[in-house]
């Protein structure tokens, strides 16, 4: 079979790159695509290119309001685009053509509200101590970004960092994971078609230390934004020692879901289901870890179990598909070893456990293990797979315990009809989202960001813009009497 070709865009040109790697079909596990893997100098080149940008009048020289047009135009061109985006996500990571197709859409309107923002963004004037001075603050786009995403939900990830970066007049290169570049490379020829100038935008892809460590430790980059994994966050952090970058990190959850016995079961099992086995539950909000008032459990159980085993696992693009497999042979071996591990300490399967045999592929079955040690590994550790565990609590003070019990915070959620219960949960919840009565709502408007190992600071919402700029504090003497004795400050 001939392996389809993409490029990754440095400086304006697009180019098959050095060095090549094959991209592997996940719902066949057969190579299908050749990607550039860029080397080091081939990321050093992509940083110097968005630094001159970042100074070239035919970016530098645009109003804020024509950089949010340009932004616009690209949302447009997404939003046309989103079809065939999908398709590609769909063929070079497996998620299924439903949520690729749903999330591409939606991704056309984050451009949409970060084009908004862009000449919206405010300085400050300061009433100061000194009679003959005026004082104000600008606020200039930080500089060279690095914006690093992994593998699931690309188009997405890239648009909260892209979005808010190029709104507050930065330039930017953007790494692909090397797991399912495909659409963030096909993306980049949006950013030609929209206008960019060369080199505002560059978008490459290649493996951790030649591409990821050169671009996030480089002198010339000024600011870090990151989603992935903690172990790689962590090695980005001894990167930006290097640059003293700014840095964000989007990081990964074990994010619990509390049903109490009061909850509405019918939609809190359609929740739980929704939240751990979209995706495959390779997601970051994924809600992992049900944990159920005792009362509750088993008749929880039983609904999650039914639903667990009715739904449709196949073909990615086939629209009737409800969960595809997961994107990597390494993410497939991961899961399965945290769930014999988890066994091994106790844990009791009560659906799926084990791969789907005869398909090719990276299938694996929806699962769910009833756990009664919290510090099972299932209950602990990440697995981003389509993996439930399930805990039950006695009690508010329990839920809220277990709930905050490992060192993630991403998110959360609560189903109970007790209004002030939903509110004490809302305050004691260590997360950076609680969803009540619902589970995985987002929106440009609302900023998304963890607690611990989760990460550091937020994407989206009005300050987001903000984060991409600096302050520089402007002093002006208004008074024309000469400068008096030059020992004494004022
Ligand atoms: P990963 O951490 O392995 O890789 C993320 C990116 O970092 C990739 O592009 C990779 O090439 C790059 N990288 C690797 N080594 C690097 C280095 N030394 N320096 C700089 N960059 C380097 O993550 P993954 O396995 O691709 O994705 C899964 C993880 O992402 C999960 O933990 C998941 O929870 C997390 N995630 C978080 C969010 C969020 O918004 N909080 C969203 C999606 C995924």
New binding site residues.
Partial sequence: MTLQRFEHLIDGRFSEGTETFESVDPATGEPWALMPAATAEETAEAVEAAHRALHAPEWAGLTAGARGKLLWKLADLLAEKAPDLARLETRDTGKIIRETGAQAGYTAEYYRYFAGLADKVEGAHFLVDKPDMEAYARREPIGVVAA??????QLF?TA?KLGPALAAGCTVVV?????GPAPLLAFARLIEAAGFPKGVVNVV?????A???T???HPLVSRVA????????R??VR?TAENLAMTTL????KSPVLVFDDADVASAANAVVAGIFAASG?????GSRLLVQRGLKAELLDALKAKAEAVRVGDPQDAATEMGPLATRR?LEHVERVVARSQEQGARLVTGGGRIEGRGGFYYQPTILDCDDPGAACVQE?L?GPVLSVLAFDDEAEAVRLANGTGYG?ASGVFTRDLARGHRLIRALRAGVVWVNTYRAISPIVP???YGL??LGR?GGLQSVQDYTRTKSVWIRTSDDPIPDPFVMR
């Fill in positions: 690093v995403v992994p593998w699931n939900s990830l909260v790494k692909a994971s090397e797991d892809t290649g493996f951790g230390p591409c990821g460590a671009l996030t430790s990151f989603t992935g994994g903690p172990a790689t966050a090695q980005v990167n989007e990081l990964g959850g390779q997601s970051c909000v994924a993410q990440e981003f991403l998304f960001g963890g989760s990460g994407e």
